[in-house]
């Protein structure tokens, strides 16, 4: 009777070669763009006066809202006790810290002033909703540093400093505390970055109260699917099940239940905001933006129908949610929605000529705005980073702990 006998892959093959290829070629490219940035300014760029805020800043929103995963999946193993979620706490803290860092390179990309990063930890504006955000995103980022360093500390390469380890027992046994503060500091952001909009130039549309709780809807319902595509992605580089199916399947229906509530709390502002309210800044903005802009087409095809729709129609459905493709490309549509919703609360709220005196009408058109190529730039760097960084933590971190050896 034969008997079979596993081989373990080499940690360097021709195909990990040509990806990291891949991936310092789209670093190069980021590079290559921050030397022009900080040589040359905000100068290099498309944003104006008018439309200040770009592509910059819809990768920062939807770079903190896509690592939402982190606090949520930590929240329901060590808060609620939902311990059959343990297996993807650590990917999921792991994917929060990459999302948060990528928002975080792109801020000082977009500050104009990059040499002053530090200023709003010394100089407290505490009438400044940004100065708020600037602080829990700082405070969050170390919470999920300290979260996550027992998992780093566990990798062959600390063998030599046993007292690394114990100190990361010590941050294993105090994780509770962590995913508490973790949870509150992220609701508070994740809410400030939707009531930011109600003091810029765009609050004759966005000026909601609704707004912050939008923002927190889509970000706990879209982060953890996220995390749950990249598990199944690493299942079939690896070949190894890394976390169970029914989990991952759960994590699905969850967010697909999380996409109705926020579908449910847009419509709705939708209809208060368009047949309820009424005011003449309101109508006026929104008839300037269906056309002038492509914001219709942006809404309800790139919002609505790909990143709510038919993500939900795959995450709750038992026919489709056990295919594992399906999930992954529900989970990429989601993402992409997400997306659509950051560019659009962002630039199309902001290319809307702002009329201060009541019940005049908007006379100026539409503010206009395209990325330069050194934003591009930067956009495809930042790409590489997250790719680089989850290659890295594939290949030497122990993201799922005892399930790597079965």
């Known amino acids: 009777m034969a008997t079979l006998v596993s081989e373990r892959k080499p940690l360097i093959t021709p195909?990990?070669?040509?990806?990291?290829?891949?991936?310092?070629?789209?670093?190069?490219?980021?590079?290559?763009?921050?030397?022009?940035?900080?040589?040359?300014?905000?100068?290099?760029?498309?944003m104006t006066d008018s439309v200040p805020w770009g592509l910059w800043i819809t990768i920062d929103l939807s770079s903190i809202a896509l690592g939402a995963g982190a606090f949520t999946l930590s929240a329901v193993v060590y808060l609620f006790g939902l311990k059959r979620f343990q297996s993807i706490v650590r990917l999921a803290v792991f994917v929060?810290?990459?999302?948060?860092?990528?928002?975080?390179?792109?801020?000082?990309?977009?500050?104009?002033?990059?040499?002053?990063?530090?200023?709003?930890?010394?100089?407290?504006?505490?009438?400044?909703?940004?100065?708020?955000?600037?602080?829990?995103?700082?405070?969050?980022?170390?919470?999920?540093?300290?979260?996550?360093?027992?998992?780093?500390?566990?990798?062959?390469?600390?063998?030599?400093w046993p007292w690394l380890r114990k100190v990361g027992h010590f941050l294993h046994v105090i994780t509770p505390l962590f995913a508490l503060l973790g949870l509150l500091i992220s609701m508070l952001h994740q809410s400030s970055l939707g009531a930011t909009y109600g003091i810029v130039k765009s609050r004759p549309i966005w000026f909601k109260p609704s707004m912050p709780i939008m923002f927190i809807l889509?970000?706990?319902?879209?982060?953890?699917?996220?995390?749950?595509?990249?598990?199944?992605?690493?299942?079939?580089?690896?070949?190894?099940?890394?976390?169970?199916?029914?989990?991952?399947?759960?994590?699905a229906r969850a967010c697909g239940f999380g996409l109705i509530a926020y579908a449910y709390l847009k419509f709705w502002d939708?209809?208060?905001?368009?047949?309820?309210?009424?005011?003449?800044?309101?109508?006026?903005?929104?008839?300037?933006?269906?056309?002038?802009?492509?914001?219709?087409?942006?809404?309800?095809?790139?919002?609505?129908?790909?990143?709510?729709?038919?993500?939900?129609?795959?995450f709750l459905s038992p026919r489709l949610n056990k295919r594992p493709v399906l999930l992954v490309a529900g989970a990429g549509m989601a993402i992409i929605g997400?997306?659509?919703n950051r560019w659009n609360v962002t630039v199309s709220g902001l290319t809307v000529p702002l009329s201060y005196s009541p019940g005049t009408e908007y006379v100026l058109p539409a503010?206009?705005?395209?990325?330069?190529?050194?934003?591009?730039?930067?956009?495809?760097?930042?790409?590489?980073?997250?790719?680089?960084?989850?290659?890295?933590?594939i290949k030497f971190l122990p993201l799922f702990g005892k399930a790597e050896q079965h």
């Open 15 to 46: 195909g990990f070669i040509s990806w990291m290829l891949l991936v310092l070629v789209l670093l190069g490219v980021g590079l290559v763009s921050a030397f022009e940035v900080f040589t040359r300014g905000l100068i290099v760029t498309n």
């Open 96 to 160: 929060g810290f990459i999302g948060y860092t990528s928002a975080l390179l792109t801020l000082v990309m977009d500050i104009g002033r990059p040499d002053r990063f530090w200023h709003p930890w010394v100089y407290w504006n505490i009438h400044s909703v940004l100065w708020e955000i600037t602080w829990c995103i700082t405070l969050y980022l170390t919470i999920m540093v300290l979260e996550f360093a027992p998992v780093v500390f566990e990798a062959k390469f600390f063998d030599r």
């Open 218 to 251: 889509s970000a706990v319902s879209v982060g953890p699917a996220l995390t749950m595509a990249v598990a199944f992605v690493m299942e079939w580089i690896s070949g190894k099940r890394l976390v169970e199916h029914n989990v991952l399947r759960t994590i």
């Open 270 to 314: 939708l209809a208060a905001v368009t047949y309820y309210g009424q005011t003449p800044a309101v109508n006026a903005a929104l008839n300037l933006l269906s056309k002038q802009t492509p914001y219709n087409f942006g809404f309800w095809f790139g919002e609505v129908i790909l990143g709510i729709i038919i993500p939900v129609l795959i």
């Open 338 to 340: 997400v997306i659509m």
């Open 367 to 393: 503010g206009h705005y395209w990325p330069s190529l050194a934003e591009w730039g930067i956009a495809v760097g930042i790409i590489g980073y997250a790719l680089f960084m989850i290659t890295l933590g």
